[in-house]
C-alpha cells in the first residue's frame, strides 16, 4: 500500500518562498521518482517536476528558474521550494508517485491529499 | 491554453454512453507516448481511471475505457452514473517541452 502525507506553510505574500512536505508511506520508496503538480482554483493541472532517490530532478521549463524538488532518504521525504510566488501561484498543490511505462512515457498512480497555497498580500 | 486538447464539457443521462477526446500533436501523443486519464471528484485529489491508453487499474469499473489512435485519444464511459459526475484529465508526456503534459479538463456532468 503507498499512502503520500502532505503539509506546508501558508498563506504566503508575493515574493516569499513556497515551502511543501510530502511524507512517503511505501515499502518501495527508492525505486519510484516522486512528482509535484499544482491546481490553480477552477483550472487544471500543471506539472511542476519530480525527483527520484538519488535526487536527479527534472522541472517545467516555465518554473525551471524558481522550483526546486528535493528528497530526504532518511525520511522519505519529498520537498518543494518555490520562489519570489505572486498570485499566480495560488493553486492546490499535490505529491504523486510517477510510474514509468519505458519510452512510453510515464503517469501518476498514486496521489497526496492536496495542499491549497494562497498567496495574497 | 493547454498542449493537449479536451472539450470543456460533456454530458449524458444515466445508462448512456460518452466520449472524451484529448488531441494532441506530433511531439506528444503522435510520437508514441501513451495517454493516461483522471477522474477527479468535486473536493478530491485526482484518481488514476487509465493508464498505458487502454489499461485499467485494479479497482477501476470496466465502464471505463480508453482508446488511442494517430495524434488523439479518447475516454469512454458507458452506463453512466450520478457518481461519475466530475472533471477528467488527460496526460502525456511532450517532447517539446520535456515534460509531462495535461489537457484542460473535462467536466462531466449525469442530467
Known amino acids: 500500500q503507498v499512502q503520500l502525507n502532505q503539509w506546508g506553510a501558508g498563506p504566503l505574500k508575493p515574493s516569499e518562498t513556497l515551502s511543501l512536505t510530502c511524507a512517503v508511506y511505501?515499502?518501495?520508496?527508492?525505486?519510484?521518482?516522486w512528482s509535484w503538480i499544482r491546481q490553480p482554483p477552477g483550472k487544471g493541472l500543471e506539472w511542476i517536476g519530480e525527483?527520484?532517490?538519488?535526487?536527479?530532478?527534472d522541472y517545467n521549463t516555465s518554473l525551471e528558474s524558481r522550483v526546486t524538488i528535493s528528497v530526504d532518504t532518511s525520511k522519505n521525504h519529498v520537498s518543494l521550494k518555490l520562489t519570489s510566488v505572486t498570485a499566480a501561484d495560488t493553486a492546490v498543490y499535490y505529491c504523486?508517485?510517477?510510474?514509468?511505462?519505458?519510452?512510453?512515457?510515464?503517469?501518476?498512480?498514486?496521489w497526496g491529499q492536496g495542499t491549497l497555497v494562497t498567496v495574497t498580500s | 491554453q493547454s498542449v493537449l486538447t479536451q472539450p470543456p464539457s460533456v454530458s449524458g443521462a444515466p445508462g448512456q454512453r460518452v466520449t472524451i477526446s484529448c488531441a494532441g500533436t506530433?511531439?506528444?501523443?503522435?510520437?508514441?507516448?501513451?495517454v493516461h486519464w483522471y477522474q477527479q471528484l468535486p473536493g478530491t485529489a485526482p484518481k488514476l481511471l487509465i493508464y498505458?491508453?487502454?489499461e485499467r487499474p485494479s479497482g477501476v469499473s470496466d465502464r471505463f475505457s480508453g482508446s488511442k489512435s494517430g495524434t488523439s485519444a479518447s475516454l469512454a464511459i458507458s452506463g453512466l452514473q450520478a457518481e461519475d459526475e466530475g472533471d477528467y484529465y488527460c496526460?502525456?508526456?511532450?517532447?517539446?517541452?520535456?515534460?509531462?503534459?495535461f489537457g484542460g479538463g473535462t467536466k462531466l456532468t449525469v442530467l
Open positions: 504523486a508517485r510517477v510510474a514509468a511505462l519505458g519510452s512510453s512515457g510515464w503517469y501518476f498512480d498514486y
Open positions: 511505501s515499502a518501495s520508496f527508492s525505486r519510484y521518482y
Open positions: 525527483v527520484n532517490y538519488s535526487g536527479s530532478t
Open positions: 506530433i511531439s506528444n501523443i503522435g510520437t508514441g507516448y501513451d
Open positions: 498505458g491508453s487502454t
Open positions: 496526460q502525456s508526456y511532450d517532447n517539446g517541452l520535456s515534460g509531462s503534459i
